[in-house]
């Protein structure tokens, strides 16, 4: 029947690449902000982040103005 299904979400994230590690940890990051209720609230300035970022980049943390 295979592993257990916690041994194989932990081979699938053993096997993703750097770039998609990160994507991941972006994600995750996220979701914790959602958690504490500081979505769409920009890490830096405390401002608001607009729907449209976040229609392109759910994960972004930061609004346009204070974007790298």
Do not use: F, N, W
Request: glycine share 12%; proline share 6%; with cysteine.
């Amino acid at each position: 029947a295979g592993a257990p299904p916690v041994q194989r979400g932990s081979q699938q994230i053993a096997s993703l690449d750097a770039k998609q590690l990160l994507e991941l940890q972006k994600v995750v990051h996220a979701l914790a902000r959602m958690d504490r209720g500081e979505y769409a609230v920009c890490s830096r300035c405390g401002g608001p982040i607009g729907t449209g970022r976040l229609a392109a980049l759910p994960h972004a943390d930061t609004c346009i103005g204070c974007a790298d």
